[in-house]
């Protein structure tokens, strides 16, 4: 029988753009783990789940069995070249859109036109937040950084279609949801003006996600697992309840990214908040065959008019295809379940899979 | 074969009563989430695993076929009158007995005596111990409340079977798990009785919970998820281990419900504390086709007499059959699951069941 | 078609020794269970998971079907008595090699070479730091106490294959990560030493922990569920982290024990932190048959090299043999799963469970 998810639209919620840069076997490791160090003696970043999934979904489309082993894969991609793997990779995706996280901009990365180029698809601008006040700040005083930054990031969401926080990165989703007032606001201002570094102050990352709630666009917010720079127990979505409460008289959506593997959290937050969505993440892409469990456990509170996909993909080509893939596959694992179950018709169940491939993304983020 | 849980006795261990009250279809789809506001735009409460339980389990009941289109269902719904649905409801949920939160009481509810009546079956009363204290506060002074609540209390237990605690919502399970003393009390009744609003002082709730154990009744504990009233990382009953410690020694029992998320947190709760129980109670009513996962996560840790069935039922006759025919379905699938692993028997599978389903209730309770 | 896991190497990572002295019913029960009390009236703690396990696996070695009643399983026990069972139990669970942690020594339990005869195989040395700092401080100052510990440690690790910290039970894992300096541990030695009592202050703590960092031996750290000694909330490895981070230089492995209900978070600590493993310890054991959904669990975003296998049994020897024979079973069916699902070959499949079962303890300890 064709899947539930056959030629299924989707929609990438969220992620980067990709290096064309040659890659080393340990390079190409690195991209494909959370992980920024060599790894432990022994073993490998890709002899995980991510790794099955590799050579699973993409080796195929480099002209090799499924399973073909790592080696054999990287000599292949090493062959054909970084430009015609990028193709072959994100035409295989077959995605209708991609929002693309223009941040941070590392050596190598190809502009989002050109993602979308290589995709075929519509690549639309995602702003984040504390890149823009990093930008910003040089050469504005304490008193004149919110004027900047409001101005700039008036700019910057002309042209785009959804903002982004990264607050649990630097600080932890235990923030107090209020608006810091002005004066609190140019003070922290004046303190990270004259003691650099990056961006952490509290106060300036409530400011940024006040700001972005005048702006008006739906609000991105990383939460759960990513590389050790988070700090996991202080990324929890519940943790977010506050800013929850606080926000819903504006309307303004909040996306909860990744959420693993506190999703559960993150999916009754999208079931009692009207404007909170849950949205699946990199947890598709790193998880392997077992995003068909975490998605189950996504698809339990949240009403099925809440819950996104996106990829978080980063750098190589590979990981648009994984995450479409294996969204594809698991999403119909998981349905075609509940209808064996007698739990949903069969229409029932190819509607729930269009609007969390593709429906819900167009509707939130007004995409036509 | 025949389902292990077939003819299954069920004591619905927590529900509330109902409306019949005519409803339109956004009140309706309000008593079937556990949010408050209207569902986002292009977003319905009933587009959910809660609302595929519906379509599933309940249509059949007013003779439309399963998975008929929620308007149809309520179209039929509204032709049939809301006597005719509570009464078929509550009948095809076959219940054995009900025990009923009789608190808070919103306009349009019946009576405990009322539910029974359609039931077919014995509904006991659950005394809410927050509710109990702000129907007796008003008169009594600061020095006079824990006198009068005490008087109260007493009359209330004689006609009960448990008491329960909103702990959770009013100031979250990190308490303070000392019995406070008599100063203590007078003093906060005394600042609560002059600032008025709801009892959420954590030394009245603490007084609340001792003079429950002094009672000797089992206490009914929400935790985990519920409406957005709940701090959702408070409700976590991981946070109610030292309470756990601190009344061991007078072996009343404590029954946490709802749990999830954390409902294997619960689970060892109810493993190395003997006055501790698991209560399913909401997940399996909104979870609908989910209870299965999660009811396989609650029969983990915790031994089998340690888990209990309840629906959390509150205003539609609707949610009692959900709650009940899914736990039957989902009992049934974890069970067979196990005895089709060769990890029981079939006898051992369905004196499981029938401890879960009723067996335990009754012990705890005393039902007979 | 035979078990992807037939004859699978196994080293159980963690365990304790056995007792061999008759055991009345009543104390037999007790073994099986992290809880200290009787059990409810009603319930029994081998109506569980756990005891279904011991009828499945156990029963047989005793000449008893599968499933053989509870009751009839302790009373052919009896009849064989304690060494005849021992053996079998432990033949039977098929071990490559044991890791003993040698604390507490209750009464009535075996040498550490008597299980290794019994088992058949080498039974290597685990440290535990707080019982020799507990065993070195009498007769030492306040002054002393690092220096003494410091010798005792160096004497203990030359016999030993790790050590082992349960600052999990004597704090909580929310520990300063840093080193505490000399004059702090003097001051903490001192106040412990005159108060008495059992290793518990925090700074005594840290120094174990940067004492075994020191000494290079991986360190085993319990996380996750316990007996009720244990706050379960405080025991979330993710609390760990900080302790992770200031080690990553170090390189020396940190084995984290249990995990469960957490084990999500230590799989992603895993994943992120080189030097950091998660091993499924108790969960297997205590969970019978469910170990298969939490070793599905455990499997996601830790690489395949990260986790490892024990049984923490403790006690009974049937324990080792539940653990054994359950993981070999759940692994089976956890893989079995990915290859039907297409996700790996069956070559793949064995190759991660080789390393789970004995190849990446053998790695990570430097067993030959």
New interface residues.
């Given amino acids: 029988m064709a899947p539930l998810t056959e030629d299924l639209p989707l929609i990438d919620g969220h992620c980067h753009t990709i290096t064309t840069a040659p890659l080393d076997d340990a390079a190409f490791a690195l991209w494909c783990?959370?992980?920024?160090?060599?790894?432990?003696?022994?073993?490998?970043?890709l002899?995980?789940?991510l790794g099955?999934?590799l050579r699973?979904w993409c080796a195929p489309v480099l002209d090799l069995p499924?399973?073909a082993p790592v080696e054999e894969y990287l000599r292949r991609r090493r062959r054909l070249g970084p430009d015609e793997v990028a193709g072959r990779m994100l035409r295989a995706a077959g995605l209708s859109a991609l929002l693309v996280d223009t941040g941070p901009v590392a050596g190598g990365l190809v502009d989002r036109s050109v993602l979308g180029t290589l995709a075929q698809a519509p690549a639309h601008a995602v702003v984040r937040l504390e890149l823009l006040a990093e930008q910003v700040a040089p050469g504005t005083g304490a008193d004149g950084f919110a004027d900047a930054f409001a101005a700039a990031l008036d700019e910057a969401v002309a042209g785009a279609v959804a903002t982004k926080s990264i607050a649990a990165y630097r600080h932890g989703l235990d923030l107090d949801p209020a608006r810091p007032r002005a004066h609190e606001v140019s003070a922290a201002a004046g303190r990270w003006l004259r003691d650099g570094g990056r961006l952490s102050d509290p106060v300036l990352l409530r400011h940024m996600l006040w700001s972005a709630v005048d702006a008006g666009l739906p609000i991105q917010l990383h939460t759960g697992?990513g590389?050790?720079d988070v700090?996991?127990?202080r990324a929890?979505p519940?943790?977010l309840?506050p800013f929850?409460?606080a926000t819903?008289p504006f309307g303004v959506?909040l996306v909860l990214l990744h959420c693993?593997?506190y999703h559960?959290?993150a999916g009754?937050?999208a079931?009692?908040?009207?404007?909170v969505y849950a949205d699946v993440g990199l947890g598709v892409t790193?998880?392997?065959?077992?995003a068909?469990?975490?998605l189950?456990?996504f698809?339990?509170?949240?009403?099925?008019?809440?819950v996104l996909y996106s990829s978080d993909a980063y750098g190589l080509p590979e990981l648009y295809l994984i995450a479409a893939a294996q969204l594809r596959h698991s999403l119909d694992?998981v349905l075609a379940e509940?209808v064996a179950?007698?739990?949903?018709?069969p229409a029932?169940a190819r509607r729930v899979a269009e609007q969390v491939g593709a429906g819900?993304a167009a509707?939130v983020y007004g995409l036509s």
């Fill in positions: 783990t959370e992980a920024d160090e060599p790894s432990a003696a022994g073993t490998s970043y002899d995980s789940r099955l999934a699973r499924a399973h697992f590389d050790r700090a996991l127990a929890d519940a943790l309840q929850c409460e819903l959506p693993y593997p559960r959290q009754w937050l079931s009692v908040y009207p404007h790193q998880l392997g065959a077992r068909t469990a975490v189950g456990e698809l339990e509170l949240a009403p099925f008019g809440k694992l509940t179950d007698g739990a949903a018709s029932d819900n509707r």
